[in-house]
């Protein structure tokens, strides 16, 4: 099977990629280093010519508000008419658990607009929504720094995963048939976001608890971004994860 993954030189998109040709499968990466542009629209015909499936793993440059909405809505756009073209019979995307649950983040919102372009589009689909990646943790302690050089981080609670377990799981689902829906995914357990961040930069950065702030803007609660019963759970725990860093 020829499965083409769109941002395949990213974090999930390497190891999907990796995972696809253990299996025997034709993996190729698409991306704009390899002259596929999603929002420019070119090179999408010749990498998808003969294509059984392709994944989109793909992401915006910029998170402002206004930025991440025109990537989703443009390069997904584009991604489908240029798959229905093609002929590909599974289209598969990464998206994050909670989308619908946190409407005053401008990237959750970004995210729901690419989920209901391709919930309406022409292929036959999979979404894998996942919880934060482990990886993420330093990014998030940068993005919280306030006025006294401290991360300030609210405790709600997070379900993060490893990015081996989200490669895994989009893995599978390519190799399935669409669900015409979504899979969800989740670490084995909870953990307040101050605590996620603390344990992973703690001894390199100052956290502090501080139930009044946001995540990336948007207010979080202990129900807003973890996973809904009978969601798939990844099987590396994050001591594990940090203990083989």
Known sequence: MKVVVFGGTGLIGRKLIALLQADGHEAVSASPSSGVDTIANTGLD??????????????????????????????????????????????VALSIVGTDRVPSSGYLRAKVA????????????????????????????ASSVGSDGASHLTPAKLQPVAADDVAATVC????????????????????????????????????????????????????????????????????EWLAAR
């Open 46 to 91: 010749e990498v998808l010519a003969g294509a059984d499936a392709c994944v989109d793993v793909t992401n915006s440059p910029s998170f402002a508000d206004d930025d991440v909405l025109a990537f989703f809505r443009t390069s997904t756009t584009h991604l489908l008419a240029a798959a229905a073209k093609a002929g590909v019979r599974h289209y």
């Open 114 to 141: 690419q989920e209901e372009l391709i919930t309406s589009g022409p292929v036959p689909y999979t979404i894998v929504r996942a919880t934060q990646f482990f990886e993420f943790a330093p990014g998030i302690a």
């Open 172 to 239: 599978d689902a390519v190799q399935a048939p669409p669900v015409k829906g979504y899979v969800e995914l989740g670490g084995p357990e909870k953990i307040g976001l101050d605590e996620f961040v603390r344990k992973a930069v703690g001894g390199t950065a100052k956290i502090v608890t501080d139930p009044s702030a946001t995540y990336f803007g948007a207010a979080i609660t202990d129900d807003s971004l973890v996973t809904a019963p009978g969601a798939r759970i990844g099987g590396i725990t994050y001591d």
